[in-house]
Structure formats: structure tokens, C-alpha cells
């Protein structure tokens, strides 16, 4: 008795690791995951001791054991009657075999799944050229971002003719500012690049959120004052209508960004409104059609990086804009070498000495500054260490160079692609096809909520 007293007295005193690593394995609960509860992410079926360290692989343990603490101590039970260390060093390893291949097989299809890109939207007219402020300001950047957003670009048709217009013009236009997109580097393999009336859902939606938005919200919108002024007695319902139209190209898409200047916030934030109107009248309660879904997404700004805005060339505190009558204003993408030269030549410039930035009082210098910024790529620091002393006469021929080397393989691009009708019409006939399957889903979303019948139901 005497020497089996001190056999265990030793073993107490200096325990193998396998005996110190069974007791701590039953001496903790097993986790939620290896009681057979659902864990997100992991496989839950918890595995059951091999006989011996070399014995045969873990086995799903059998219902009975499937019970937390119980579970638990019939393991024990069982596997104190087999030595303790040996079983125990055999679960803890079972466990953290089962959890690291559960972990692996949750990497691996973490790793395979996409990540979800934020849907973008933005449409040109077809009205006039297309200026270095809509592509340095805008294009250039959706060129740039087109492996992060899933991007739908399209030539706005429909609005253009809210004002007076060419028809002819208008069908020309058209085709142009579609080569334009693709010559600026809007990839089809990457983006939707369709022509607006080729979608026949906008207009449609366009009409069923007249239905919904107040008189009053229109009434407010400043650009309709502003252009109904110059139109005067001729300004068409259309106009005044526009801001409802864009809030169809917006909504229809589900797009969570929209990439914006000032000047149209207002409309960003009526889509906004009239989003959240359409939800709360026809999608509020579980008993509507909408069933409580709510059909619309609303939309949030996409700011421009700084520095991107480019001024009128005859006023540095107005932007570029193809509606300025002046075509001294504006540089167009398509202007020649020589047109280019003479505009900057005749520019706006000031009295002051010298080059400088963000002088409030030389909007002007600030501006040309920009757009040499914008065009070379140098930092400005790089920039003001070759103009800072510079005279007009001296700096305009610098910033004339740098457009044109900037401009000529976009202009060379567009030359080859505007004469190639059929690969245009290959790019906007699937560009219309895959955006009409996003915009066909949001219109049967938007008429049931409403109410409507379909010639689906008259069977």
C-alpha cells in the first residue's frame, strides 16, 4: 500500500504532459460549435476521440452526445476508463484538427466570393461637345474607377430635348459622345454604356413618380427658374419635369452612388425625397402589395477628388460648361492643335506678377494653374519651380503644350472609333440589353407596389 501511496505521490509530482493536457481538455466546456450548434461560418458537428494517438481518424459523435455539459461528461466517463491522457490529448487534438479545417474551408470561400461593388450611375448629353472640364472633372475619374464601382454611363437623350433642338444633330450627337466615352477609357467589358431613349423604363418611371411628387417641389428647383428665363414664353412642360426624369435614371438603377457637382445637388437631393416618398406611401405596411419591401434605394453623392473642377476660360469663378454660348470658354475634346492654342492664347488672365494658388482675388491664375496641374501630372510644388516667376506671355505656351500632349492620343482614339458604326452599336446594343435587365426588375417592383396589373396575371 505503502509503495503504491508513493508510486502516485510521483506521478502527482511530475505528470506527463499528455496527463497535464488531458485534464486541462476535460476540464473546460467544448465550444458552442462542437456541441452541434450553428456556428456562422464553421462546420458543427462535433467529433468524437480516436482510440489512440495513432489510431483512426475522428468520427461524428453520436446524438446522445450532442448535449453540452452531458455530452460532455459521458465523454469523460468513457475515456477516464481508457487512461486519461491518452484520451484527452486525443479530444483536445481531434478539436483543434476540425477547427482548423473548418477555419481553412471558411478562408478559402471567403477568398472566392466577390466583393460586392457599390453601383454607379451618370449620363452626358447629347448636346454639343464634350470640353476638358466634363473629362478631367468627371470621365477621367469613372475611367479610373471602374474596377472598384459596377458603372452604368449613358448619353441622356431624353433630356436634350427639353430645350430646343436638331434632330439630326441630336442622332450625330448621340454616336459621338458614345465614342468619346469609350476614346476617354470607359471599358464595355467593365461598364454599361448605353444611349438613355434605348431603355424605355425611364420614361415610364419618369411618369409614375409625377404621380407621386408634389407640385410644390418642383416650383422650388433653381435651375428651371434659371432656364425659363432665357427661354421665356417657350419653356416646355419638359423642363420644368427634368429633375423628375432624373430621379427616374437614378432610382431605376438602385444605385447607391451618384457622382455630382455643385450645381446639381439639388437634384440628388430631390431623387432623395421622391425615394423616400414613393417607400412610405406604397411600401410602409407588411399588407400592401410591396409586402413592406421597400422598392427604392436612396442614393448618396459621389464627391469628385479636389482640384478637378475646371473654370471658363473667360471667367475663372464660373464653370466650363457647353452651354455657354462663348466658345472661347471652353476647350472641347475635339478641337485641334491650333483652336487649342488660339483659346488659350485669348484666355482671361489678371494684372498680378508672377504665378500663384488659391488667391481669391485671381480666380483666373488659380484655374489655368489646375488644368497644367491636371493635364501633366506634376505636383504643384514641381509646377511653381518652373512657373512661379513666369509672365503670362511665358506660361500660356506651357499650358498649351501640356493639353495638347494630353488631349492627342484621346483625339486619335476617337477619330478611329467614330467612323466604326458597327462596333458602336455592338457596345450600346449590350449596353442597353444589361441595363434593361436591372431596369425591367425595379419597374415590376415599382407597379406592383403601385397596384398594377400585368399581362402576366391574364391567364
Given at each position: 500500500?505503502?509503495?503504491?501511496?508513493?508510486?502516485?505521490?510521483?506521478?502527482?509530482?511530475s505528470?506527463s504532459p499528455?496527463?497535464?493536457?488531458?485534464?486541462?481538455a476535460?476540464?473546460v466546456?467544448?465550444?458552442?460549435?462542437?456541441?452541434?450548434?450553428?456556428?456562422?461560418?464553421?462546420?458543427?458537428?462535433?467529433?468524437?476521440?480516436?482510440?489512440?494517438l495513432?489510431?483512426?481518424?475522428?468520427?461524428?459523435?453520436?446524438?446522445?452526445?450532442l448535449?453540452?455539459?452531458?455530452?460532455?461528461?459521458?465523454?469523460?466517463?468513457?475515456?477516464?476508463t481508457r487512461g486519461?491522457?491518452?484520451?484527452g490529448?486525443?479530444?483536445?487534438?481531434?478539436v483543434a484538427?476540425?477547427?482548423?479545417?473548418?477555419d481553412?474551408?471558411?478562408?478559402?470561400?471567403?477568398?472566392?466570393?466577390p466583393?460586392?461593388k457599390?453601383?454607379?450611375?451618370?449620363?452626358?448629353?447629347?448636346?454639343?461637345?464634350?470640353h476638358?472640364?466634363?473629362?478631367?472633372g468627371?470621365?477621367?475619374?469613372?475611367?479610373?474607377?471602374q474596377?472598384?464601382?459596377?458603372?452604368?454611363?449613358?448619353?441622356?437623350?431624353l433630356h436634350?430635348?427639353?430645350m430646343?433642338?436638331?434632330?439630326?444633330?441630336?442622332?450625330?450627337?448621340?454616336?459621338?459622345?458614345?465614342?468619346?466615352?469609350?476614346?476617354c477609357?470607359?471599358d464595355p467589358?467593365?461598364?454599361?454604356?448605353?444611349?438613355?431613349?434605348?431603355?424605355?423604363?425611364?420614361?415610364?418611371?419618369?411618369?409614375?413618380?409625377?404621380c407621386?411628387?408634389?407640385?410644390?417641389?418642383?416650383?422650388?428647383?433653381?435651375?428651371?427658374?434659371?432656364k425659363?428665363k432665357?427661354?421665356?414664353?417657350?419653356v416646355s412642360?419638359?423642363?420644368?419635369?427634368?429633375?423628375?426624369?432624373?430621379?427616374?435614371?437614378?432610382?431605376?438603377?438602385?444605385?447607391?452612388?451618384?457622382?455630382?457637382?455643385e450645381?446639381?445637388?439639388?437634384?440628388l437631393?430631390?431623387?432623395?425625397?421622391i425615394s423616400?416618398?414613393?417607400?412610405?406611401?406604397?411600401c410602409?405596411?407588411?399588407?400592401?402589395?410591396?409586402?413592406?419591401?421597400?422598392?427604392?434605394?436612396?442614393?448618396?453623392?459621389?464627391?469628385?477628388k479636389?482640384?478637378?473642377?475646371?473654370?471658363?476660360?473667360?471667367?475663372g469663378?464660373?464653370?466650363?460648361s457647353?452651354?455657354?454660348?462663348s466658345?472661347g470658354?471652353?476647350?472641347?475634346l475635339?478641337?485641334?492643335?491650333?483652336?487649342?492654342?488660339k483659346?488659350?492664347?485669348?484666355?482671361?488672365?489678371?494684372?498680378?506678377?508672377?504665378?500663384?494658388?488659391?488667391?481669391?482675388?485671381?480666380?483666373?491664375?488659380?484655374?489655368?494653374l489646375?488644368?497644367?496641374?491636371?493635364?501633366?501630372?506634376?505636383?504643384?510644388?514641381?509646377?511653381?519651380?518652373?512657373v512661379k516667376?513666369?509672365?503670362?506671355?511665358?506660361?500660356?505656351?506651357?499650358?498649351?503644350?501640356a493639353?495638347?500632349?494630353?488631349?492627342?492620343?484621346?483625339?486619335?482614339?476617337?477619330n478611329e472609333l467614330?467612323d466604326d458604326?458597327?462596333?458602336?452599336?455592338?457596345?450600346?446594343r449590350e449596353?442597353?440589353?444589361?441595363?434593361?435587365?436591372?431596369?425591367?426588375?425595379?419597374?415590376?417592383?415599382?407597379k406592383?407596389?403601385?397596384?398594377?396589373t400585368?399581362?402576366?396575371?391574364?391567364?
Amino acid at each position: 500500500a505503502s509503495s503504491a501511496t508513493a508510486g502516485a505521490a510521483r506521478h502527482a509530482v511530475s505528470p506527463s504532459p499528455a496527463s497535464r493536457l488531458a485534464a486541462f481538455a476535460t476540464s473546460v466546456p467544448l465550444p458552442s460549435a462542437r456541441r452541434g450548434l450553428p456556428v456562422r461560418g464553421r462546420a458543427t458537428a462535433p467529433l468524437h476521440p480516436t482510440a489512440s494517438l495513432g489510431g483512426r481518424g475522428a468520427m461524428p459523435l453520436p446524438p446522445a452526445l450532442l448535449l453540452g455539459p452531458q455530452g460532455l461528461a459521458a465523454v469523460r466517463g468513457k475515456t477516464q476508463t481508457r487512461g486519461q491522457g491518452r484520451a484527452g490529448l486525443s479530444l483536445s487534438r481531434s478539436v483543434a484538427m476540425q477547427a482548423a479545417s473548418t477555419d481553412a474551408e471558411t478562408a478559402e470561400k471567403t477568398a472566392e466570393k466577390p466583393a460586392v461593388k457599390k453601383r454607379v450611375i451618370s449620363g452626358v448629353q447629347p448636346t454639343g461637345n464634350l470640353h476638358l472640364g466634363n473629362y478631367l472633372g468627371a470621365i477621367r475619374q469613372w475611367a479610373l474607377n471602374q474596377d472598384e464601382y459596377e458603372n452604368y454611363f449613358f448619353v441622356v437623350d431624353l433630356h436634350a430635348i427639353t430645350m430646343p433642338h436638331s434632330p439630326a444633330e441630336l442622332s450625330k450627337s448621340s454616336f459621338d459622345i458614345v465614342a468619346l466615352y469609350l476614346a476617354c477609357g470607359i471599358d464595355p467589358k467593365k461598364s454599361r454604356i448605353f444611349i438613355q431613349s434605348h431603355v424605355p423604363q425611364h420614361a415610364e418611371l419618369a411618369w409614375l413618380l409625377n404621380c407621386v411628387t408634389p407640385m410644390n417641389w418642383m416650383e422650388k428647383m433653381i435651375q428651371y427658374k434659371e432656364k425659363a428665363k432665357k427661354q421665356g414664353e417657350s419653356v416646355s412642360v419638359g423642363l420644368f419635369d427634368y429633375p423628375i426624369l432624373m430621379a427616374a435614371d437614378i432610382l431605376l438603377y438602385q444605385a447607391q452612388l451618384v457622382p455630382v457637382g455643385e450645381d446639381q445637388r439639388q437634384h440628388l437631393e430631390i431623387s432623395r425625397d421622391i425615394s423616400r416618398r414613393f417607400n412610405d406611401l406604397y411600401c410602409k405596411k407588411k399588407s400592401m402589395p410591396a409586402k413592406g419591401r421597400k422598392v427604392f434605394r436612396d442614393p448618396e453623392a459621389l464627391i469628385v477628388k479636389e482640384g478637378a473642377r475646371i473654370m471658363s476660360l473667360e471667367d475663372g469663378r464660373s464653370k466650363m460648361s457647353k452651354s455657354d454660348p462663348s466658345e472661347g470658354s471652353r476647350i472641347n475634346l475635339s478641337d485641334s492643335e491650333d483652336v487649342i492654342r488660339k483659346k488659350i492664347k485669348r484666355c482671361k488672365t489678371d494684372q498680378f506678377e508672377g504665378m500663384e494658388w488659391d488667391n481669391p482675388d485671381r480666380p483666373e491664375c488659380t484655374n489655368l494653374l489646375n488644368i497644367l496641374k491636371e493635364c501633366s501630372g506634376r505636383s504643384r510644388e514641381d509646377i511653381m519651380a518652373e512657373v512661379k516667376d513666369m509672365k503670362w506671355g511665358e506660361f500660356k505656351p506651357v499650358l498649351a503644350d501640356a493639353i495638347v500632349a494630353h488631349l492627342a492620343p484621346i483625339q486619335a482614339r476617337y477619330n478611329e472609333l467614330v467612323d466604326d458604326k458597327t462596333y458602336l452599336h455592338e457596345v450600346l446594343r449590350e449596353g442597353a440589353e444589361g441595363a434593361e435587365e436591372v431596369a425591367a426588375q425595379t419597374m415590376q417592383w415599382t407597379k406592383t407596389a403601385m397596384g398594377f396589373t400585368s399581362r402576366a396575371d391574364l391567364v
